[in-house]
């Protein structure tokens, strides 16, 4: 007779033995050899020592799945006990897939659901730095927060800095309301909302208040060295050409960078050029730096959105096309003194 004890310590023990113990009895009946008890955040196993060291790696399996996902379904529970005809989980097969980036609160599936954002995540694999440029609605922050999860759920980075420049589009900082923080949360926003897809609520306040997860203004990079991080650069557009030369000589060991922007909305004053035009340009020949240029097929907000861009694209080609030809017009026009 052999006997193990197993510990949940890391994990929620409700989410592990399942409403009403439910979960808790497709192990027992898939163990029927063994008596397996439950004391707390503890299982016990007895019962003959090749039986037991079976149930001790699968269950070694579903803890590592949860601590990895958040939520675990009762089919995705039982797959994982059981074996396919490889001899293989297909549960973990499938969770390799880059088409799952991340399990969010109550199972949800965050899925890379573009061609361009299926090449983010297999090009994040291979490479520490990606400029992720494209127009809005195409999923660059959204896909970008869900493999920075993923790798702090994977235990491939210690933390998730998400930063943005605190640039005024339209609007005036200083009028806003309330202390620094409030007034560059409204600015950060869109951050915390993709957060909240991918991590349950009571998680991400823990991971806010030791620091695992930080989100600040990229002003507040300055003079830091982020090691073993996931960094995102998001509306990158916004940064000049010194603020992105600063963000990315920050960047430190083991560290992943994913700087995301839209080179269509430039919010910087007339007198200031964007500095993520000049870098996509002067780093792309750079091994370990791959970049991914998205468009409207990787539309995935309303239907309309394609078609807001594109007629945005059509009036800007138009006026390009206008530009030039004043320019042209101009060159030819007859210089002082001579005869027209």
Do not use: C, W
């Not at 991400?204 to 620091?211: D, E, I, K, T, V």
């Amino acid at each position: 007779m052999t006997e193990a004890i197993i510990n949940l310590d890391t994990v929620n023990p409700i989410e592990f033995f399942g409403v009403n113990n439910s979960k808790f009895d497709i192990l027992k009946r898939k163990f029927p050899l063994l008596k397996i008890l439950s004391r707390g955040t503890q299982i016990k196993l007895s019962g003959q020592a090749d039986e037991v060291t079976n149930a001790q790696g699968r269950i070694g399996q579903l803890i590592k799945y949860l601590e990895r996902n958040g939520h675990l379904s009762e089919n995705y529970f039982a797959e994982i006990l059981g074996e396919d005809e490889t001899g293989e989980s297909q549960v973990t097969e499938n969770e390799n897939n880059n088409d799952i980036l991340v399990f969010g609160p109550n199972g949800k599936v965050i899925r890379a659901k573009t061609q361009n954002q299926k090449l983010m995540a297999s090009v994040s694999e291979k490479n520490d730095i990606i400029f992720a440029v494209g127009p809005a609605g195409t999923g660059k922050t959204y896909t970008a927060v869900a493999l920075a999860v993923r790798a702090l759920k994977n235990k491939s980075v210690r933390k998730i800095i998400l930063t943005r420049p605190a640039v005024e589009a339209g609007e005036s900082l200083g009028f806003l309301p309330g202390d620094l923080k409030e007034k560059i949360d409204p600015y950060l926003r869109p951050l915390y909302d993709a957060l909240d897809d991918m991590i349950p609520s009571d998680k991400l306040s823990y991971y806010m208040a030791n620091r695992i997860i930080e989100i600040a203004p990229l002003a507040y990079m300055r003079g830091r060295t982020l090691d073993n991080a996931f960094i995102i650069l998001d509306e990158a557009q916004n940064s000049t050409d010194l603020q992105l030369k600063m963000f990315l000589t920050r960047i430190g060991a083991h560290a992943k960078a994913i700087i995301t922007g839209d080179l269509s909305q430039v919010d910087l004053p007339k007198n200031q050029k964007s500095g993520l035009l000049k870098a996509t340009k002067i780093l792309k020949d750079i091994d370990g730096i791959a970049q991914i240029q998205l468009d409207e097929a990787d539309v995935v907000r309303h239907r309309l959105v394609k078609q807001i861009i594109r007629a945005y694209d059509k009036e800007q080609e138009q006026e390009e096309k206008l530009e030039l030809e004043n320019r042209e017009r101009f060159r030819n026009l007859p210089k002082n003194g001579q005869n027209s």
